[in-house]
């Protein structure tokens, strides 16, 4: 049985900005480490090179507990330029997946969270006003110890009617208001797919490569990792890489894949316009991260690229770190298991043999 979660889903997201986290999160202290880390990400030493990736830790008090409980790398929450708010609760259901989870399935989705464990998360990227984040984010940042290192992830925001420079405007903006936190590596999320699937910017090659392009413009040497969604196209993962793989420094996949989210009696689980469809991660994503994984590794040796590769998706054991380090992850990171197992890193650490 999965242990109480970090962030409670039968709370609204505000009731667990304001209490969270909870369980084993709710009182940490700093680990004493007696050992040197012994791996590197994006150049900085991290004991192990396993976190959380952007969405669960939704602010500073959650990255802190993650910190002190040996997430290593962890992600600050996806942040906007301006306050955004957060869908309508429910934000997070468990769903019933038999083994591996196809795109474009159709689910059943309910308040029973068991093993092997795969849900569906709708929050639309909420964010308070960059006066909140700013001073929250440098504040994890330099409470982060030697052998870990934050991640600061952000997303631009397409205002209504607004044109195509506008857009790559508002990345730039966040880009920057993100870096003035003394953040020592920035995450631009390409890939959210609750703001519709057919719009993932991920998939649109050349935007993609022009936000990028602006982006890296901005921040200058501080190392820029790409979250992406699993492409289903081999060849046009190469084309994007193409554009995009020699400007980036890593690559973060997968992101949630989109499924109708039905509830027990077939109507529509999540309330509200365009909330049909949802992103499902955890256990039953694994083979789609684990795929991704594998293709960027023989990609980026194939194209001569340098991109770090972070695995994402599933990864619940020491078992599923293995399997991403051997095809080819940098560094792995949880969000469904990790939720619900506090203890995850430390487990890792402890039976892991790809470390
Ligand atoms: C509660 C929750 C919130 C998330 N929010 C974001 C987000 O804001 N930005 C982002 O890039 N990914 C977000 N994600 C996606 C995760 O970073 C990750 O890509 C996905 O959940 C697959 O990993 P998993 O199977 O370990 O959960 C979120 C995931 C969860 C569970």
């Not at 980036?248 to 894949?257: F, H, K, R, Y």
Request: with cysteine; proline share 6%; charged share 20%.
């Amino acid at each position: 049985m999965p242990l109480e979660p970090f962030y409670d889903p039968a709370k609204s997201y505000l009731d667990n900005f304001e209490h969270g986290p909870f369980g084993l999160f709710a009182d940490t202290s700093p680990a004493s480490q007696t050992i040197e880390p012994k791996h590197q990400f994006l150049g900085y030493p991290v004991f192990a090179p396993f976190g959380i990736p952007a969405g669960p830790l939704i602010n500073g008090k959650y990255v802190k507990a993650a910190l002190d409980m040996g997430f290593d790398i962890p992600v600050y929450k996806t942040v906007r330029t301006h306050r955004y708010e957060c869908h309508p609760w429910p934000n997070v259901l468990a769903v019933k997946v038999e083994g591996d989870l196809a795109p474009d399935r159709t689910l059943v989705a309910n308040q029973n969270y068991s093993e092997p464990l795969s849900i569906t998360n709708s929050f639309g990227v909420p964010s308070f006003d960059p006066e909140v984040w700013q001073r929250d984010m440098a504040e994890v940042v330099a409470y982060a110890r030697p052998g870990q290192v934050v991640v600061g992830s952000f997303q631009g925001t397409l205002p209504e009617n607004g044109s195509v420079a506008d857009y790559i405007a508002d990345f730039v903006l966040g880009a920057r208001l993100v870096k003035e936190t003394g953040v020592k590596i920035i995450e631009v999320n390409l890939s959210c797919p609750n703001e519709g699937t057919a719009n993932l910017l991920c998939f649109d090659i050349h935007r993609s490569r022009q936000v990028v392009e602006a982006i890296k413009d901005e921040i200058g040497s501080v190392p820029l990792v790409i979250k992406m969604a699993y492409y289903k196209d081999e060849s046009r993962l190469e084309d994007f890489l193409r554009e995009v793989g020699k400007t980036v420094d890593g690559i973060s996949a997968i992101n949630t894949i989109s499924a109708e989210i039905l509830d027990e009696h077939g109507k529509q689980a999540l309330p509200g316009a365009g909330r049909l469809r949802s992103g499902v991660c955890g256990s039953a994503v694994k083979w789609a991260g684990v795929a991704m994984t594998s293709r960027l590794a023989r990609l980026r040796g194939e194209l001569g690229m340098k991109f770090a590769i972070v695995g994402v998706g599933g990864a619940g054991d020491a078992a599923a770190f293995d399997e991403y380090r051997r095809a080819g992850a940098d560094a792995v990171m949880s969000a469904t298991a990790a939720m619900w197992n506090p203890m995850l890193a430390q487990e890792i650490k402890g039976q892991a043999h790809e470390l």
